[in-house]
């Protein structure tokens, strides 16, 4: 939780009440992930940069479920906006929780998650400069079609002109509204009530508000980002795929600087929060999720996906790896075609080869499980071998159990160890055993049917064949 600023006179709105028609989805707009996190909270996160006294979101449309997904955010004021009248109707909604309070309100967009934190901070600064009424945010772009547009008279900022109700001339116009302002606080609501909906839409237009300032010969400032891909708004999948492969970009190239290899960065995938240590290659296929950390000199091979793990130094990841919540000491080898599930810790130098899953089981340092076994609910010892095909039936059909196997125990291959069982320091298991006793320490554990060769058997079989025909 942020708790809200001492000090600061800084006010959030962010507007996400609109119906986001185009998305065609039962999931509210906003809520829709950008590279792995939902959009309204990468906008969040870049309004906690300049620290709030409050943050207000403004919620209409599916109200519910968006107040469910901030419902561990008691910094995050809800106003709801029924019926939606236009931007202007919306920031009215917030004078419930602003009233009586100066300073300057920041208003955002819930639906454009590429904003960068440094422009929020122009922006205030531009705004404070000024001493200004309201700061836009502006953009010039190659397809200006559908945003409001800037008209100046003598450089400055005179009005917004939306597309619906613009002029020819108007809409030759490239440099746009990005919907994103600051606004002097005390003036605000005033002057929200005299906007009319007098336009094409029958809306109350936030963007009148600057021909309302001109006229009272209020300052109104504009501030022009450099990038116009920061202020992209979403409002459709196409979109949501264009904004997170830019998002993707940014991420993949800021790991590049910090001297991690991308074998293909257009077909890797990692998420913002992720970190990679320096000399790390990343192969193509890879998706790397949520709160991942990987040390350095690791190599991840082709089509692996590694989400909320811990890597340490000099770990590889052969091709196929499922890698979900573990943890995996450095210079262990795990693949191709693991599977490591939550709560696996997976020791140093450790290996794990094809066909092997772990769930919240630990393989001590050294230890080899190298093909096709289940390892579950185990507590495995350094050093030791566990042999192909081994499973822990570590179910059964109600609870679940452990299995121990002490250092430097061996596993010969085609085990199944029925838990709770636990194989001492140093004992063997014999290939093919089903062990449902502790092995003590030093021991050789053999549970299998005895062998019986019998002599001269296909000869006989294949004489009573002949007769019988
Ligand atoms: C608005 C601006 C336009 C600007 C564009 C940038 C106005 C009148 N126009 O247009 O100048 O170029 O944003 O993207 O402001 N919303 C509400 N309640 C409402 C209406 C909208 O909360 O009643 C929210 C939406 O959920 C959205 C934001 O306000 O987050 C912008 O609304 P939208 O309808 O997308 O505005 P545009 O018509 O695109
Ligand atoms: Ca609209």
């Known amino acids: 939780m942020t708790s809200p ?95 009586g309070r100066t300073g300057t309100v920041v208003l955002l967009s819930g639906d454009v998650p590429l904003l960068r934190p440094a422009t929020l901070q122009r922006l205030l600064g531009a705004h404070r400069a000024a001493n200004a009424a309201a700061t836009v945010v502006t953009a010039i772009v190659e397809r200006p079609y559908g945003y409001g547009r800037i008209v100046r008279t003598n450089g400055r900022i005179a009005r917004i002109v939306e597309e619906r109700d613009a002029s020819p001339a108007q809409r030759r116009v490239r440099e746009i509204n990005s919907g994103i302002y600051a606004f002097d606080l005390a003036p605000l609501f005033d002057a929200l009530r005299t906007i009319a909906a007098r336009n094409a839409q029958g809306e109350y237009y936030l963007t009148d508000l600057v021909a309302i300032y001109r006229r009272r010969k209020r300052p109104v400032e504009t501030l022009l980002v450099d990038d116009p891909a920061e202020i992209r708004g979403v409002n459709s999948r196409t ?27 257009a077909t890797t995938y990692i998420d913002p929060d992720v970190q990679i240590g320096q000399d790390t290659v990343i192969h193509p296929g890879v998706v790397i999720q949520g709160q991942t950390r990987i040390g350095a000199a690791c190599e991840i091979h082709a089509c692996v996906r590694i989400a909320d793990a811990q890597l340490a130094d000099r770990v590889t990841i052969h091709n196929f790896c499922l890698i979900i919540g573990a943890r995996v000491a450095a210079g262990a080898s795990i693949g191709p075609f693991a599977h490591l599930r939550p709560e696996t810790e997976v020791g ?19 230890s080899k499980a190298n093909h096709l076994s289940y390892l579950g609910d185990a507590t495995i010892g350094p050093n030791v071998n566990v042999g192909a095909g081994t499973i822990t039936c570590n179910y059964d059909g ?72």
């Open 5 to 99: 600023a001492a000090g600061s006179d800084i006010h959030v709105v962010i507007l996400a009440a609109g119906q986001g028609t185009r998305m065609k989805s039962a999931l509210p707009k906003v809520l829709h992930p950008v590279a792995g996190r939902p959009m309204l909270d990468h906008v969040l996160r870049t309004a906690a940069a300049i620290s709030p006294a409050t943050t207000t979101l403004v919620v209409g449309h599916q109200a519910e479920a968006v107040r469910r997904h901030l419902r561990e955010r008691p910094d995050v004021a809800f106003v709801v906006q029924e019926p939606q009248l236009g931007t202007a109707h919306a920031v009215q909604q917030t004078e419930s929780v602003l009233a």
């Open 239 to 265: 979109e949501l795929a264009e904004v997170s492969a830019i998002m993707r970009q940014t991420k993949n190239e800021e790991l590049m600087a910090a001297g991690v290899t991308l074998i293909d960065p």
């Open 398 to 469: 109600q609870k679940k159990y452990q299995t121990v196997i002490e250092e430097g125990a061996f596993i010969g291959s085609d085990t199944q160890l029925v838990a709770p069982v636990r194989i001492g320091k140093g004992a063997y298991v014999a290939a093919g055993s089903s062990i449902t006793e502790d092995v003590p320490p030093g021991a050789l554990g053999i549970a299998r049917g005895r062998q019986t060769n019998v002599e001269g058997w296909v000869e006989r079989r294949k004489k009573t064949a002949t007769e019988n025909t």
């Open 348 to 366: 140093e130098a450790a290996k794990v080869g094809n066909f092997v899953e772990l769930k919240k089981t630990t393989l001590g340092a050294g």
